[in-house]
């Protein structure tokens, strides 16, 4: 059986003279394939074949819709944009915008080119575990609200024991090797404070009669933190004792700075005796209440 061939045809029947006459036509007289074909009566196959290698010339050129694209991207490539920039910018493809562009390389220096990369990497970290934190962050709300419905209303009596606890954590506790039976409450917790606050009221022991004083770091607004801690808890301005200012240590790579760094506020309770031996009283029973049921 013989092997079949597909080899392409060659042209055949054309002189030298059609051959340059078909070139003549379209350099000279930048005749378009189909001019040509008028001309000399070739088909539309010889016609291309004659011209191979012949750029076509501007009169015979389709307008294409996307120069301005392509020029646009030329600019946008001088700036120093990406590929993949340009791409996104003009709403075209990755392997289009580097057609455009390929004859322009980046020119970078290593710091804009890490600067780049650093970018790029944050967007491709963002962008996978943006849908990750949306589903983490309505679970978080959801468990929120089922827990937030759990507490329902307080008690005076729920007060009493949890700013008994919120002191016996935060507060200055005596010692036996120093006796300080006084009542002194620091944090920076608005809340907590604001509860604790709560337990004093229900203790008999009004907002004007403790002392206040901010504790904060030397480098922050004091003034400024003093203001806000007393219209944040209603508190009188004039019990607001000189603040406490601490050490500011330039090595030390806090992150408690900024406008939204307003330092501890110090609640003082003067002869508060007989209210600290009540906490221990409470904490005492507490504890004692928890041991028997774990029994």
């Known amino acids: 059986m013989a092997k079949l061939s597909y080899a392409r045809p060659k042209l055949r029947g054309v002189t030298n003279f059609e051959a340059a006459e078909v070139r003549r036509l379209r350099t000279e007289e930048h005749l378009s394939v189909r001019e040509i074909r008028a001309r000399t009566g070739l088909g539309r196959n010889r016609v291309y074949e004659l011209l191979r290698g012949v ?45 455009w562009v390929r004859h322009l390389p980046l020119d970078r220096d290593a710091e804009q080119e890490r600067q780049r990369r650093q970018a790029h990497s944050k967007a491709m970290t963002e962008a996978r575990w943006s849908a990750h934190r ?70 008999g022991v009004d907002r004007a009669t403790p002392t206040y004083r901010v504790s904060i770091h030397e480098s922050a607004d004091a003034d400024a933190a003093t203001e806000w801690w007393a219209e944040q808890l209603e508190l009188p301005r004039d019990r607001f004792q000189h603040p406490n200012l601490k050490k500011h240590n330039p090595a030390t790579a806090r992150r408690n700075t900024g406008e939204g760094y307003r330092g501890c506020l110090v609640i003082n309770v003067p002869r508060s005796r007989e209210l600290y031996w009540r906490i221990e009283g409470m904490i005492a029973e507490l504890f004692r209440s928890v041991a028997v049921r774990e029994r």
């Open 55 to 99: 750029p076509p010339s501007e009169r015979t050129r389709r307008p294409n819709a996307k120069d301005d694209l392509r020029a646009q991207a030329v600019s946008l490539r001088a700036t120093g944009l990406s590929v993949p920039e340009i791409a996104r910018r003009l709403a075209v493809s990755r392997s289009t915008a580097y057609l």
């Open 134 to 203: 949306r589903t983490r962050d309505e679970a978080q709300a959801e468990t929120h609200a089922a827990a937030g419905r759990t507490v329902g209303q307080l008690s005076d009596r729920d007060v009493l024991l949890l700013g008994a606890i919120a002191y016996w954590c935060e507060g200055t506790k005596s010692k036996p090797w120093r006796r300080d039976d006084h009542v002194e409450f620091v944090n920076s917790d608005p809340g907590l404070l604001a509860l604790f606050l709560r337990f004093l009221e229900l203790s």
